[in-house]
């Protein structure tokens, strides 16, 4: 299952679901949008999607950041009963930048969110004026974060990521976490 979001509406980005039997062809499983990035009040104009979790109980959360060329970007929290919705918006972002100097006093965006036995591992690509980094953050609740002080992973002094580390996506596996990200 995969939910993404489409830029076909002028100033709105509209959220479809769509699910595969083997990973490589997507299929579609409605036309019209799950929810579109007007539904969020802090979300002007826009968001991006980029990690969904279902709980235990069976209700869907999306993790999306922000898009806005003259604010910090953040990172906000929706719940549905199911991916077709109707998808509720948390009233105020979940994780917000950090103070001037910090790894991710410009933006927090790209969570990749994870559920483990009896809390919550968020990473997500900070941005200062130094540049971006991965960051990550805890939770009892997937609501309410706690940051590392330091970054998780930062780019190499040289080489295909040297420029720049971002969009983290992280899973569990029976080897431990693996961490897959943008570099530049």
Known sequence: ????????????????????????????????PVWISTNVSYARPGLDVSSVIVEDDGTWVMYFHTVNSSQSWEIGRAT???????????????LSTGPTGSFDSIHVKWPSVLKTSDSYVMYYGGQSQSGTVIGRATSDDGIEWVKDALPVLTSANSGWDAGSIDRPEVQKTPDGYVMIYQGG
């Open 1 to 32: 299952m995969f939910i993404n979001g489409f830029h076909n509406w002028p100033g709105v980005i509209s959220i479809g679901y769509f699910s595969s039997e083997d990973g490589v062809t997507w299929e579609a499983q409605q036309e019209e």
């Open 80 to 94: 549905a009963p199911s991916p077709f919705g109707p998808w509720t918006a948390d009233p105020a972002p979940v």
